[in-house]
């Protein structure tokens, strides 16, 4: 019995944000996805501040599993952090990211800061807001949107 809490102590002890910082620079797409894994239950400022980079990544599933872990906090902090440093992040990718996960954490509080990225001077950033913004049906964008 002793034997099997030795060999099974290591899983017991496992890391999630040290996993976390190895997986996230592997070459390999499925790494970096299972490093998303490793902290996802968290759903976090700090789980969403680690995968705004993992938002922009050149791989697009390693987007998309971010996009949907990002998209399920429910925490304030991690969502007004979204909204005002997220939407602004200097990469293109990782802003896209932000707005489309936005869309599916759908608090209403962030309208005005999709609607401000309108202006965003990469047209890939601007078509993720302008779905996020329908999708959640923020009246107050029409006009822009129109």
């Known amino acids: 019995m002793k034997a099997i809490w030795i060999l ?3 899983l017991f002890l496992r890391d999630d944000w040290a996993d976390f910082a190895k997986l996230s620079k592997d070459k390999d797409p499925g790494e970096r996805c299972k490093a998303v894994d490793r902290i996802d239950k968290y759903k976090d400022l700090k789980m969403v501040q680690a995968l705004v980079p993992l938002l922009g990544d050149e791989h697009p599933r390693v987007r998309y599993v971010s996009v949907k872990a990002v998209g399920r906090v429910t925490d304030a902090a991690a969502v007004e952090f979204l909204s005002t ?5 200097p990469n293109p990718r990782s802003r896209a990211g932000v707005a489309e996960a936005l ?8 309208g005005p800061a999709l609607v401000e990225a309108l202006g965003d ?10 779905r996020t913004l329908a999708w959640m049906r923020h009246d107050a964008a029409a006009d822009k949107l129109a």
Do not use: E, N, Y
Request: charged share 30%; proline share 4%; aromatic share 4%.
């Open 103 to 110: 869309g599916w954490i759908k608090d209403a509080k962030v």
């Open 121 to 130: 001077a990469t047209a890939d950033v601007r078509s993720a807001v302008c």
């Open 8 to 10: 099974a102590l290591p």
């Open 85 to 89: 440093k997220g939407l602004k992040d």
